[in-house]
T-cell receptor, first 114, second 113 residues
Framework: SQKIEQNSEALNIQEGKTATLTCNYTNYSPAYLQWYRQDPGRGPVFLLLIRENEKEKRKERLKVTFDTTLKQSLFHITASQPADSATYLC?????????????FGKGTTLSVSS | SAVISQKPSRDICQRGTSLTIQCQVDSQVTMMFWYRQQPGQSLTLIATANQGSEATYESGFVIDKFPISRPNLTFSTLTVSNMSPEDSSIYLCSPRTLGETQYFGPGTRLLVL
């Protein structure tokens, strides 16, 4: 069955450092991968999408890489701030199956201390 | 992106009772996903609801426990029936849009005592 692993349940870093979160998957060939942010008691909020033919995508302080050979995505937050503290979820999707919902990992909870 | 609202935002319920969660979207969508997120766990898809037809349930979820209504293209409800403490979760609706991104409602946080 399809499996997604975000290899750290929790990550603690100092303000100003770069946070790197990992998402690995097996038994799946996603057409794209997405990263979401989720604050406690709230629904996930979309951050970035990267397609299978893209190696890297950037948005402000965020950078995502996607290696379909390794079946892995890395999510980087540069110059991290305490406001970046949240749980970050990776999700896989395939537009080729109509009506397919995203499959989510458990998430990594990031804590940025000042 | 769609504007999605859910009611109630949170509730505390007694075991054996039922709760109906409402999801309202500001645009018409053909498909609505309902997810559950148990404490410390990932989002798990409960069912996919189309307007005018019965919902399709994922493995481990049944209609008697989680009946869904989809009376029109902007509204859906999920009922959690005969609740037990194991049903304590965040319940999220997510409209299926034409794009690849999924948007989520703010969630309903349910605690069953």
């Amino acid at each position: 069955s399809q499996k997604i692993e975000q290899n750290s349940e929790a990550l603690n870093i100092q303000e100003g450092k770069t946070a790197t979160l990992t998402c690995n998957y097996t038994n799946y060939s996603p057409a794209y991968l997405q990263w979401y942010r989720q604050d406690p008691g709230r629904g996930p909020v979309f951050l970035l999408l990267i397609r299978e033919n893209e190696k890297e995508k950037r948005k402000e302080r965020l950078k995502v890489t996607f290696d379909t050979t390794l079946k892995q995505s890395l999510f980087h937050i540069t110059a991290s701030q305490p406001a970046d503290s949240a749980t970050y979820l990776c999700a896989l999707g395939s537009p080729w199956q109509a009506g397919t919902a995203l499959i989510f990992g458990k998430g990594t909870t990031l804590s940025v201390s000042s | 992106s769609a504007v999605i609202s859910q009611k109630p935002s949170r509730d505390i319920c007694q075991r054996g009772t039922s709760l109906t969660i409402q999801c309202q979207v500001d645009s018409q969508v053909t498909m609505m996903f309902w997810y559950r997120q148990q404490p410390g766990q990932s989002l798990t898809l409960i069912a996919t609801a189309n307007q005018g037809s019965e919902a399709t349930y994922e493995s481990g979820f049944v209609i008697d426990k989680f009946p869904i209504s989809r009376p029109n293209l902007t509204f859906s409800t999920l009922t959690v029936s005969n609740m037990s403490p194991e049903d304590s979760s965040i319940y999220l609706c997510s409209p299926r849009t034409l794009g690849e991104t999924q948007y989520f409602g703010p969630g309903t946080r349910l605690l069953v005592l």
